[in-house]
């Protein structure tokens, strides 16, 4: 399937898997790419530059096929180290990476003299706009179906892709409540060049997280997710259990951050993903999980996607043309 953005970025299918905290290791970036997608390493999943790089080396063993970095920019009283985490992705001649949270513009000037290509993750159309005046090769744009973080505007993704590919000119991935065939050809239909996946992609044979996790999200339905941070203007998107739902109870009464600060670490969130202990702490689905039902291999999955798109696209489709 050739759209816009796998010609520009040199992939087979329209199928992104995008940086997921905890998740987005070198196997899963790996199987990812190597089945016709776009992996990508979180790199503030690793914890120094130096393991990053290391973490790139050991991707680049597993497969051939372009991969990506997600580099995500997020307010801080210690922000990461980012302009070592840039250095090492050009060092290490990545040529692709997704920037998500705050303005990459700080980012570009590296990136672009190094031609690296830039994914920009939004969820408004204003941002996205933004994201393209400053340069960036295509954004992905999070309806608010999706998990971790919406937004404010609580736009679903059916209305806010139309919206986007309206006034954009570069590619669009649209992301957020995507997990099958049905998704790719109605982002397609909405103007998207493809798809950017987090949860489906949770639940691979080749993600690293524990299988009680990935159980769980097969075993779940579209209503088992709870908003979190909603009156601290930083809303998320997490899986409901008895961390999340206590964080919102005292955020109604009243609670401020430092009353959750203690509920919501991310090592909290890690042991989740490690130990596969569901109330451990705050970890981040979305409400796609609801057509979630099996654990496959990447390339199963992307080979599934592919070949039913077409068959959507051949036969029903075409079946309801006059």
Same mark, same amino acid.
């Given at each position: 399937m050739r759209t816009r953005f796998t010609e520009a970025f040199g992939i087979r299918h329209?199928?992104?898997?995008?940086?997921?905290?905890?998740?987005? #290791?070198?196997?899963?970036?790996?199987?990812?790419?190597?089945?016709?997608? /776009?992996?990508?390493?979180?790199?503030? +999943?690793?914890?120094?530059p130096a393991d990053l790089a290391a973490e790139i080396e050991r991707c680049r063993k597993l497969t051939d096929q372009p991969f990506g970095v997600n580099l995500t920019i997020l307010p801080a009283i210690t922000p990461p180290p980012y302009d070592e985490y840039r250095r090492v992705i050009v060092d290490s001649g990545v040529t692709i990476v997704e920037t998500?949270?705050?303005?990459?513009?700080?980012?570009?000037?590296?990136? #672009?003299?190094?031609?690296?290509?830039?994914?920009?993750?939004? +969820?408004?159309?204003r941002h996205a706009l933004k994201a393209e005046a400053v340069g960036v090769d295509a954004v992905s744009i999070d309806g608010f179906e999706c998990a971790g973080h919406p937004g404010e505007d609580d736009i679903p993704g059916l209305v806010l892709i139309p919206a986007a590919t309206d006034r954009l000119t570069?590619?669009? /991935?649209a992301s957020g409540?995507?997990?099958?065939?049905?998704?790719l050809v109605a982002a397609l239909a909405l103007g998207a060049d493809g798809i950017n996946m987090g949860s489906r992609f949770m639940c691979t044979v080749e993600s690293p997280i524990h299988d009680k996790v990935k159980q769980a999200i097969v075993d779940g339905d579209e209503r088992g997710t709870q908003l979190i941070f909603r009156q601290?203007?930083? +809303?998320a998107? $997490?899986?409901g259990n008895a961390v999340s739902r206590d964080v919102v109870e005292i955020l109604l009464n009243g609670g401020s951050f430092p009353d959750i600060a203690p509920l919501v670490a991310g090592s909290r969130g890690r042991r989740v993903f490690e130990d596969g202990d569901l109330?451990?702490?705050?970890? +981040?689905?979305? /409400?796609?999980?609801?057509?979630?039902?099996?654990?496959?291999?990447?390339?199963?999955?992307?080979?599934?996607? $592919?070949?039913?798109a077409s068959a959507l696209i051949t036969g029903r489709l075409a079946a309801v043309v006059p």
């Open positions: 329209p199928i992104v898997q995008g940086g997921m905290q905890w998740v987005g #290791r070198a196997e899963l970036a790996a199987a990812v790419s190597q089945a016709g997608g /776009l992996g990508m390493i979180t790199a503030l +999943t690793q914890p120094t998500a949270g705050s303005n990459p513009e700080p980012h570009m000037e590296m990136f #672009r003299a190094h031609n690296v290509k830039i994914i920009h993750k939004c +969820t408004s159309v570069i590619p669009v /991935l409540g995507f997990a099958d065939a049905r998704g601290l203007r930083n +809303t998107r $997490v899986a109330d451990a702490g705050i970890w +981040t689905v979305g /409400l796609v999980q609801g057509l979630i039902h099996d654990i496959p291999t990447c390339a199963s999955l992307l080979d599934r996607i $592919v070949s039913e």
